[in-house]
């Protein structure tokens, strides 16, 4: 007779999935505080390290999502370039700025949709419809501005985005309510049930009814909001908009994503795992400065722990 | 009869379950012993201990004398154990050739360097061929061939390995009856060579023709070892249940035409053409089941049907109102639901526990928009699961667990249970039963009686006609896209079912 008991202990591996991104921002944290204590125990050295994460943060948010369904948006670096610099010319040519974040976010909805229809109706694989559209947007964005910077947005505009409550910069607030939105949907509503389905298995959700291009559609819309939303915060931290903005950033968030737990097949990942992992990068980025480790040496960690990070996390996971 | 392999007091206990508890299992030279035990006894994990996939919480494994407290995959390799899953292992991208001498594929030299010898290869791979009767050419890519031909690679492989156990883990689940037939003669051939082959399966009547022992697990213990020559197939079903069971479902002297007709399809044929004109009416209290050999048009049918193929004509009616059901979601908002015949490809989500599979129905079939508004509610989750673990009795210690974890017949139950879930008025099972123990079929048949009697719809489509048999009113055979004959129950016999289905369009039938 098997014997059944109800409760199981965690094993380890599992401790590693709930747990293991947030033991590494705390290790980092430590060793940074052990490295540089003086730096290190300021208030200011949190809101910076807050404020530097923000963008890719967000950024990673949108893209977690379309690494859930198993695709991916390259194009979200080039996506935060267009709408940041739409929203700039709005403000530069009197539109309230209100209208214009708006109308910026907007546009990031709107690049998505490009993105999604484009998806369903090749059904070529995400990886090259927004290969392509990241050349297509970054151009655009050169076309609209004729390749120079925008900048003298309204003073209530910068002001506002300079703000702090208790210390915490408006961007990060921005990026933990668009976190906290996100995992409301991925665990609460049906819509994220059906998202992550859709990445388990693409058959089996047709079968049981979910409607696969509604949902790619929706995956990169909110991919493209996420991003519209990252181009206000870079605005609102640069103080301007330029046209090679964000370039590249679309490493960052997916690392981002990926260093969080989010599985490269489709179907498994946090929320929370994708913040810890924007924080992770935003603290090493941080570090590196800070030990005034050189840029170009930064991209090679950068580059080591991408790679470092998934293998260890194959490895724990015992998945062979 | 010389021993082989010998499995000793081998207990193997997973987190929350001990799935094998001290089981003492031996294989003979030029014999098949058959492993038999309703879902979840431990059967696959029995033999993943010998490939060395599992190891061994205790116990011991002796192989020509020598013992081991456990094996690697390659100890299991060198020491001529192979094992055929039920998910084929075979790679689609390399020819026959390369699949049966993967891992040490032949070489020669070139000049300064070494590259793979084909000409030997196929030498080689053509004398194995011969041997377990696969007509091809080894330089044929395996995603050409059939399951069969896939399976009959499989063993090829074993061969070429020079194999002397070789352990099928239901290997006849998903074949036709012609295409068992030609298993059984390798299997024959096999043994007369000497080896020792150890063959699982759910299907009572195979066992009685090939086996020659037979152990029965129960779970996790370990029930008796026996001659198959000097036993019944009722004896097996009373080792393996500890009861008897039914042979029949049918209510004796009811008489459903005179009741209502709740489901029509009048006319359907499929853009693709593989189903044409097919007309069907079913009346409320009876099930109906759809015959016919694979690609007949059966399950094509059930796919126009729920929306999930096109459709170029054709009308479908519930209780005399039409309906259209232009995709999967619409079909389910209509009141359909369809069991699919492959659970790995069209049946669960791997990265959903058993309650999150059971509840995708439910949710999606209560949601607006398309599919996408409306919240999860966890109660309501555990409580649709918790109802379909117990209906059909699926063995987990947590509806939290993982799919993956669960035994094949277990996982059969989860994909009959989010069907189930759903609460639909007409419920489509293509091959419902693939891979369930006879006791559990039971169980089901009885529950599929229920659901027509309450008034719900019931369509079967089964390959297993003795199924087909126990359980239907009605039964359609399907030719070649088309319904060409409907029985009776009373009337239906599998000789003239099979004659109907295969019968060349000129004969009468
Ligand atoms: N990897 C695993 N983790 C946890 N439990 C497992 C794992 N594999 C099998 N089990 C459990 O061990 C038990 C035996 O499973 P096994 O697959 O051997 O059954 P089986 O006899 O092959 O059944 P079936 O006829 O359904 O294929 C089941 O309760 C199953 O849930
Ligand atoms: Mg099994």
């Not at chain 2, 529950?447 to 309450?454: F, H, N, S, T």
Request: hydrophobic share 45%; charged share 20%; proline share 2%.
């Amino acid at each position: 007779m098997p014997t059944k008991t109800k409760e199981r202990e965690l094993t380890f591996s599992q401790a590693w999935q709930r747990y293991g991104t947030l033991g590494i921002l705390v290790l980092l944290l430590v060793i940074l505080a052990i490295l540089r204590p003086s730096f290190f125990f300021k208030t200011s050295t949190i809101t910076q390290i807050l404020s530097q994460s923000s963008v890719n943060i967000l950024i990673a948010l949108g893209e977690f999502f379309a690494i859930l369904i198993a695709g991916i948006d390259l194009s979200v670096g080039s996506v935060v370039a267009l709408s940041g610099m739409f929203m700039a010319k709005l403000m530069v040519s009197g539109t309230s700025p209100i209208a214009a974040v708006l109308l910026g976010v907007l546009m990031g909805a709107l690049l998505g949709f490009i993105n999604g229809i484009l998806v369903n109706s090749t059904g070529l694989h995400p990886f090259i419809i927004t290969l392509g559209t990241q050349a297509i947007f970054r151009g655009v964005t050169l076309i609209i501005s004729d390749s120079s910077a925008v900048f003298g947005f309204p003073a209530s505009f910068s002001r506002f985005m300079a703000q702090r409550i208790f210390y915490v910069p408006v961007a990060a607030i921005i990026a933990i309510a668009v976190a906290l939105i996100l995992a409301f949907l991925t665990k609460q509503t049906k819509l994220g049930r059906n998202i992550y389905a859709l990445g388990g298995n693409r058959e089996s959700a047709w079968y049981s009814g979910i409607n696969i291009k509604l949902h790619t559609l929706i995956v990169f819309v909110i991919s493209g909001i996420c991003a519209g939303i990252a181009g206000v915060v870079l605005l609102g931290r640069v103080g301007s908009a330029e046209p090679a903005a964000a370039t590249g950033f679309e490493t960052y968030a997916i690392a981002a994503a990926i260093i969080g737990g989010t599985s490269f097949f489709g179907g498994k990942g946090k929320i929370f795992g994708v913040v810890m992992g924007g924080l992770i990068i935003g603290v090493i980025n941080f570090g590196m400065n800070l030990l005034s480790v050189s840029s170009t040496l930064q991209q090679v960690v950068m580059g080591a722990l991408i790679i470092g990070s998934v293998t260890l996390d194959r490895f724990v996971a015992g998945r062979k | 009869m010389k021993t082989l392999v010998e499995m000793k007091n081998v207990v193997k206990k997973f987190p929350g379950v001990t799935a094998l508890d001290g089981i003492s299992f031996d294989i003979r030279s030029g014999e098949v012993h058959v492993l038999l035990g309703e879902n979840g006894a431990g059967k696959s994990t029995l033999m993943k201990i010998l490939s060395g996939v599992h190891k061994p919480t205790s116990g011991e494994i002796i192989i020509d004398g020598k013992a081991f407290d456990h094996l690697t995959p390659h100890d299991s390799y060198k020491n001529g154990i192979s094992v055929i899953y039920q998910e084929l292992s075979v790679i689609n991208e390399l020819s026959i050739g390369e699949n049966l001498f993967i891992g040490r594929l032949p070489m020669k030299k070139l000049g300064f360097f070494e590259t793979v010898d084909h000409s030997e290869i196929n030498k080689r791979a053509r004398e194995i061929l011969e041997t377990v009767g696969l007509n091809r050419d080894p330089k044929t890519a395996v995603e050409e061939l059939s399951i069969s031909e896939k399976q009959q690679v499989e063993i090829a492989k074993a061969l070429a390995a020079d194999s002397k156990v070789i352990i099928m883990d239901e290997p006849t689940a998903s074949l036709t009856n012609s295409e068992v037939e030609s298993l059984f003669k390798i299997i024959r051939r096999l043994k007369r060579d000497g080896k020792g082959i150890v063959f699982i399966s759910h299907k009572l009547g195979e066992i009685m023709e090939i086996g020659d022992r037979v152990t029965v697990l129960k779970d996790g213990g370990y029930v008796g070892t026996k001659n198959i020559s000097q036993i019944t197939q009722d004896d097996l079903v009373t080792m393996m249940v500890g009861r008897q069971i039914s042979k029949n479902y049918q209510h004796d002297t009811f008489d459903f035409e005179n009741e209502p007709v709740i489901f029509e399809v009048a006319n359907l044929s499929r853009k693709d053409n593989k189903v044409r004109d097919v007309s069907f009416k079913l009346h409320k209290g009876e099930i109906l089941g759809f015959s016919g050999l694979v690609g007949s048009g059966r399950s094509e049918m059930m796919n126009a049907i729920f929306g999930a193929e096109p459709k170029s004509a054709g009308r479908i009616f519930i209780d005399g109102e039409e309906i259209k059901t232009s995709s999967p979601y619409s079909a389910i908002k209509k009141g359909l639901a369809m069991v699919t015949e492959n659970r790995r490809e069209t049946g669960f989500f791997h990265n959903f526990d058993i309650a999150e599979n059971i509840s995708v129905l439910p949710f999606v079939k209560t949601s607006g928009a398309g599919g996408i508004s409306g919240l999860v509610s966890k109660k309501d989750e555990a409580q649709w699961a918790d109802e379909q673990k117990e209906k059909l009795n699926i063995k987990c210690y947590s509806t939290k667990q993982l799919v993956s974890e669960l035994s094949g017949g277990n996982q059969q139950k989860v994909i009959l249970g989010k069907w189930l879930a759903a609460d639909s008025k007409i419920i489509i099972f293509d091959e419902p039963t693939k891979g369930i123990d006879v006791g559990s079929k039971s169980e089901i048949y009885s529950l599929m009686r229920r659901l027509a009697d309450e008034g719900k719809g019931v369509l079967v489509v089964s390959s297993e006609l003795p199924e087909l048999l126990s359980i239907c009113d009605t039964i359609a055979v399907f030719r070649e896209g088309k319904i060409v004959k409907f029985f009776n129950h009373r009337e239906a016999t599998e000789e003239n079912i099979i004659h109907a289905s295969t019968a060349q369009e000129s004969e009468e039938i």
